[in-house]
């Protein structure tokens, strides 16, 4: 299972930005799949799940409204759409996975069992 990140980058505050993950070893038709940030010492958070058997998905209230997940399952890819980003928004993003969880709820509430190599997103002016 390999998961891979990209699209971080440098974003002024109130811009867009929509992270990527290109997913190989299993397809995007089964577990659930998330995006998970960590800010500089702070901890690793959930900020977007999705179930892929019924396409559920979860966001956290302090960025709801503003993240948003999507899969294509043609590219077997993994979308995060981020807008109206906020400095507070700042940290390394990773992708995830868990080829035995099936709950958007339940993947942000646990710790995934797969996870990319992380992209960072910075939000300054």
């Known amino acids: 299972v390999q998961l891979q990140a990209s699209g971080g980058g440098l974003v002024q505050p109130g811009g867009s930005l929509r992270l990527s993950c290109d997913a190989s070893?299993?397809?995007?038709?089964?577990?659930?799949i998330g995006w998970f940030r960590q800010a500089p010492g702070k901890e690793r958070e959930a900020v977007a799940c999705l179930s892929t058997n019924n396409d559920i998905t979860y966001v956290p209230d302090f960025v709801k409204g503003r993240f948003a997940i999507s899969r294509d399952k043609t590219k077997n890819t993994i979308y995060l759409q981020m807008d109206n980003l906020r400095p507070e928004d700042t940290a390394v993003y990773y992708c995830t996975a868990d080829l035995g969880q099936f709950s958007s709820y339940a993947l942000c509430h646990s710790r995934p069992t797969e996870w990319g190599q992380g992209t960072l997103v910075t939000v300054s002016s």
């Open positions: 070893g299993f397809t995007l038709n089964r577990p659930a």
